[in-house]
């Protein structure tokens, strides 16, 4: 087996490709790693998988695949965690603000202190204060929902132990919670590591303000999905059960109010004519719905097959 896979996801970054390419190429050799290098061109619209292709063609550690639009860098990781041979599995972001200097220590914290997973934390960063407040809030509501004790979730420099991304899925926008999703699938030693974050050297990001919106709603997501996933009954049956025997217990206090109200002679409206009655009958009605989607949910949980939900278009350097 190969020490290290680098993963890394391309959209749109010709122009960074070959000095990225050479300089892991570099820390690889004066550190003595057996490795390869996974471009993964995410529909680029320039001429990124050129690049890659041409950079595969000299140097046989570089493997690339194209998928056939832009599915997005969660997609990218997936496939590229499927393709990894090595030991140990480092992603990084293809702009050259993420330094390849920093994958031996990585390494080792992953291969000598026994880490499932460490991310990479960029302490000081060269980004506008528009983009680092929002961060800092983001990561300290993540941390605080996930238990997990990382300072920056959306770090692209992370690394994993070979068996950590061969039993994890990454699916939508949820690269930001690889660690929560690890987490839940019973890899829970994870580290952080602090990490030198570079100055953008071409092009421009291709992330805005909207990543944050999109990531509180993909926690709430990834968190409803790995909780009950395998149990949807739990989440649902819980909900209709309650909203149910609350319509329940309301019917049956009008009925035992219109009944005590005839045998003492107290006027009493007609059952059908009081608002609690379409409170009880709405509760009813929505219990029942919310325990036939529990039902429902779970008969689809018990059959679910995985399926990719991206195509590759091309491939260089895997084998057939």
């Not at 790693?33 to 046989?60: C, H, P, T």
């Not at 994890?168 to 019973?186: Q, S, T």
Request: proline share 3%; charged share 25%; glycine share 10%.
């Amino acid at each position: 087996m190969l020490q290290i896979s680098v993963v890394i996801p391309v959209y749109n970054e010709e122009e960074s490709l070959p000095e990225l390419a050479e300089w892991i190429g570099r820390v690889m050799g004066e550190n003595g790693f057996s490795y390869e290098v996974i471009f993964v061109n995410d529909g680029s619209r320039d001429n990124s998988w050129e690049v890659i292709s041409m950079l595969a063609q000299k140097n046989g550690h570089l493997k690339g695949v194209g998928f056939t639009r832009n599915y997005g860098k969660s997609a990218a990781l997936d496939i590229g965690f499927q393709k990894a041979k090595g030991e140990v599995v480092i992603t990084m972001d293809a702009d050259l603000q993420d330094s390849p200097d920093e994958i031996p220590g990585l390494y080792y914290m992953v291969t000598k202190e026994g880490y499932d997973i460490v991310s990479g934390w960029k302490k000081k960063r060269h980004d506008p204060i528009g983009k680092t407040i929002p961060s800092k809030f983001f990561n300290g509501v993540t941390s605080m929902i996930s238990g997990i004790d990382l300072h920056d979730f959306n770090c692209g420099l992370k690394a994993y132990k070979n068996k950590v991304v061969k039993n994890i899925h990454v699916y939508g926008e949820m690269h930001r919670y690889i660690p929560l999703i690890a987490k839940w699938n019973g890899f829970s030693k994870i580290g952080e590591k602090v990490v030198e974050h570079r100055p953008r050297k071409y092009g421009y990001t291709k992330f805005g303000m909207e990543r944050f919106v999109n990531g509180f709603l993909d926690l709430i997501s990834v968190s409803f999905v790995n909780r009950y996933k395998r149990k949807p009954m739990h989440f649902f049956g819980s909900l209709g059960s309650l909203s149910f025997f609350s319509g329940f217990i309301i019917t049956l206090w009008l009925i035992f109010e219109k009944i005590y109200g005839l045998k003492k002679g107290i006027p009493v409206r007609e059952i059908t004519e009081q608002p609690t009655f379409f409170l009880a009958l709405v509760a009813l009605i929505i219990g029942v719905q919310l325990f036939l989607t529990g039902f429902l949910a779970d008969m689809m949980a018990s059959n679910n097959v995985r399926k990719a939900d991206y195509n590759i278009e091309q491939e260089v350097n895997f084998d057939a």
